[in-house]
């Protein structure tokens, strides 16, 4: 494999990257001249990766911020824009809160590290490099050992659509019940995920926890995860209350996840996370 470039010591987005004006949303703003943030394209393989490595440090800072850590558990990957059978993720055993640019690692799907001085979390390998490789399309992936989806998760059911939050994931996660429990340590584990997962971008792993994954971006795979961590928070709270509540209409549920829960929505959602963490975490692009 080609040796990657080192990394520039620069702590914003590439200045030469230029936006994209097309609507993709009825969110973005018809009148002209407003701020609004702006899908980034860029020039080269060298100003994407860079990119996307600030947004999967960002993405780590986020889930620290939001009380996502249990421990090493919990794992984030994009996929390299050049090299699209190697993905960089999060270091083992380096809490969400310390991961930054010059911790990174680089794997492959068999589970070497390519570029980077710390291990590859096993389970993260196991599961991450089984659905990264078994669905091309996929960018990015997010999983944590979270309070709500955990206790969600030792009920092997899928999220009603009780909220317009919740609609968002509607008929687009899927419980998983393969190796439901079980340690992910052995390939064969994960590609039993991996094919369970399908093209929804969230997962329910049967007393294990939440997964979310994005064709978009790694800002686009944790909101969703957060937000996925929240609804189960909700219906745990609804369902406590013993009264049955009223589900949002499949019509309505499906209307408010085509406009409030696709891709694009989801990296929207991380850009004032972002601007957040670039004022309160300025140590992220060491």
């Given amino acids: 494999m080609p040796e990657i470039a080192e990394r520039p ?23 002209q001249g407003l701020i609004f943030p702006q899908v980034p394209v860029f020039a080269t393989h060298v100003e994407e990766r860079r990119h ?9 800072r986020a889930f620290a911020l939001h009380g996502l850590d249990y421990g090493f558990a919990g794992h984030l990957t994009v996929r390299d824009p050049e090299f699209p059978d190697l993905y960089w993720t999060n270091p083992m055993a380096v809490h969400f809160s310390q991961v930054k640019l010059s911790n990174l690692i680089l794997a492959n799907h068999h589970g070497e590290v390519v ?11 196991v599961l991450h490099a089984a659905v990264h490789e078994m669905h091309p399309d996929i960018v990015a992936m997010c999983h944590a050992h979270t309070v709500y989806g955990t206790a969600w998760a030792a009920l092997g059911r899928p999220l009603d659509p009780i909220t317009q939050d919740a609609a968002v994931f509607f008929e687009d996660h899927v419980v998983i019940t393969a190796e439901a429990g079980a340690v992910a340590v052995k390939t064969e584990a994960g590609k039993s995920v991996a094919a369970a997962f399908g093209k929804n971008k969230a997962a329910i792993h049967q007393n294990h926890g939440l997964f ?11 909101f969703w995860f957060i937000g996925l961590e929240r609804c189960c928070q909700v219906q745990l709270l609804v369902e406590a209350t013993g009264i049955k509540p009223t589900m949002v ?14 891709e694009f929505i989801g990296w929207l959602h991380f850009q004032p ?9 300025p140590d992220m692009f060491d």
């Fill in 273 to 281: 996370i972002f601007a957040q963490l670039l004022q309160t975490s």
């Fill in 9 to 31: 010591h620069a702590t914003a987005a590439p200045s030469s990257a230029v936006t994209t004006p097309a609507r993709v949303s009825v969110y973005q703003p018809e009148q």
């Fill in 115 to 125: 570029q980077g001085k710390y291990a590859l979390n096993r389970a993260g390998f």
């Fill in 212 to 222: 979310t994954a994005s064709r978009h971006s790694i800002e686009s795979a944790a």
């Fill in 52 to 60: 996307r490595q600030e947004r999967l440090v960002a993405a780590c």
């Fill in 249 to 262: 209409s499949p019509e309505r549920a499906r209307y408010s996840r085509d406009n409030v829960g696709n």
